[in-house]
């Protein structure tokens, strides 16, 4: 990865941990849950709002590392007004690009974290957002 582009990454998770996006509470939520990382002691309290399958809306609030912060916010963008099919599809190349260290077009800004896959103690924060969610729609 170049220079630029890790800087660039950077960027963006630091942007997202400062001004979180989707950061709060839904009137009307229909699933919520909780998720913690011993490891970190990152805290992500998600609540989703769903109609027809369709993730319409969605906040979360938290605390803790950079990573688990800015990823959790990450993820809201990427889910929102997605289909559960979807929101899991992105979920598992998410997951994949944490295990092989390769980013994915289809991720967008989500890419920002790949740099978390060479740092194997940091992948359970990066995922603790998405974990959350996955338990939340089961
Ligand atoms: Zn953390």
Redesign the pocket.
């Known amino acids: 990865m170049s220079a630029l582009l890790e800087q660039m990454y950077k960027e963006i998770l630091l942007e997202h941990q400062k001004r979180p996006r989707n950061y709060g509470h839904l009137e009307h939520k229909t699933h919520t849950n909780q998720g913690h990382?011993p490891s970190?002691?990152?805290q992500i309290s998600l609540e989703l709002q769903i109609q027809d399958n369709c993730i319409v809306a969605v906040r979360f609030s938290g605390r803790?590392?950079t990573?688990?912060q800015a990823s959790a916010s990450l993820m809201t963008v990427a889910i929102e007004g997605k289909t559960i099919a979807e929101a899991s599809s992105i979920a598992q190349a998410f997951g994949a690009m944490l295990h092989t260290g390769q980013t994915d077009s289809s991720l967008g800004d989500l890419n920002a974290l790949v740099g978390v896959a060479k740092l194997h103690t940091?992948v359970?924060?990066a995922t603790?957002g998405w974990q959350t969610l996955e338990l939340a729609l089961a």
């Open positions: 990382n970190c002691g990152d803790g590392c990573i688990s940091r359970k924060c603790l």
